[in-house]
């Protein structure tokens, strides 16, 4: 099934059946070629070549971030609460697929300038500058011009001087970031969307 498809029924699903099946489908990754056989010869004439060649990726950790960004934010939640509960570092793989650093262009700018705030009160001028250095152009104008001009300043005062920094560094202070931006979601005061289209309103 597509996402779209997949998160639609999960949706519908009786909630004590929805973690035991986004478990499953996590710890899925490619169908082996000798099940698929079997599938294949035990579907109806009408349903050849709904399965492909041998491999076909079924599942995954990314095949659950997908499904999860696609249903109801109490579902996702209480799925989510569930695997970190159980099975905290599959949880945490999935919640990063979720919502990335790039994701941030999706935050209109009503809600992303009091969230600055809060992220430089928690990672410091400094830790977004690191940030910035793996940021594509828009992103990064959209985090300086959504800051007071004493911050922007600061943080790219700082941007200018940083020394060479390791993309495993850079990308952990990112997920810093993210980390305050989920919790200001959870707390309704941010909204996001990890396929980066923006907010409406009217």
């Known amino acids: 099934m597509s996402p779209p498809q997949a998160g639609d029924i999960l949706a519908l699903l009786p909630a004590e059946i929805k973690l035991d099946i986004v478990k499953r489908i996590a710890e899925m990754d490619e169908m ?49 609460q569930g695997l970190q509960a159980e099975m905290p570092e599959m949880a945490e793989e999935i ?26 009160q928690e990672i410091t ?5 690191i940030c910035l250095k793996l940021c594509d152009s828009e992103l990064k104008e959209k985090i300086l011009n959504n800051m007071s001009a004493n911050n922007k300043k600061e943080v790219l005062e700082l941007f200018e001087g940083l020394p ?14 993210i980390k305050i931006i989920k919790g200001l979601s959870d707390e309704g005061q941010v909204t996001i969307s990890a396929s980066g289209e923006q907010e409406t309103f009217i």
């Open 95 to 120: 919640q990063k697929l979720m919502f990335t650093f790039d994701d941030l262009i999706s935050i209109n700018e009503r809600e992303m300038q009091p969230a600055l705030q809060k992220v430089l």
């Open 164 to 177: 060479p920094t390791a993309v495993k560094d850079i990308e952990a202070k990112q997920q810093e970031f």
């Open 32 to 80: 082996k070629p000798e099940v698929v056989d079997l599938l294949k010869k035990s579907l109806k004439e009408q349903m050849k070549g709904f399965l492909s060649a041998a491999g076909d990726s079924i599942g995954g950790v990314e095949a659950v971030a997908e499904i999860l960004n696609l249903i109801p934010q109490a579902d996702e939640k209480a799925i989510t």
């Open 125 to 129: 001028a400094e830790g977004v500058a």
